[in-house]
Nanobody, 115 residues
Framework: QVQLKESGAGLVQPGGSLTLSCAAS????????EGWFRQAPGKQRELVAS???????KYADSVKGRFTISRRYGTIGMFLQMNGLKPEDTAVYFC?????????WGQGIQVTVSS
């Protein structure tokens, strides 16, 4: 049973920074993509950033230059370093893992950017 657990939720002022962490248990795959998605109230869930097992990274245009996704060393799991946070980054952030035949989600954590 694969489980994804996010941590690092918080309230931060505009311009501040936050690091999210995703830990995976029970996951064993050679080819996969890990990603962070977010969903703001009244909006659809959207991709924030993703990274493949080979290290290829992709970012939403809205976070390019501000957010950095990185993988955990030697295991499935990842981090999201968020700098220059804006009120529009406020959302529930979800950890996602896609293998060749399955898709897994974490429960989500709240990130609030407000003064």
């Amino acid at each position: 049973q694969v489980q994804l657990k996010e941590s690092g939720a918080g309230l931060v002022q505009p311009g501040g920074s936050l690091t999210l962490s995703c830990a995976a248990s029970g996951a064993n795959a050679n080819t996969y993509t890990e990603g962070w998605f977010r969903q703001a109230p009244g909006k659809q869930r959207e991709l924030v950033a993703s990274v493949t097992n080979l290290g290829f990274k992709k970012y939403a245009d809205s976070v390019k230059g501000r957010f950095t996704i990185s993988r955990r060393y030697g295991t499935i799991g990842m981090f999201l370093q968020m700098n220059g946070l804006k009120p529009e980054d406020t959302a529930v952030y979800f950890c996602n893992l896609n293998t060749s035949n399955m898709r897994y989600w974490g429960q989500g954590i709240q990130v609030t950017v407000s003064s």
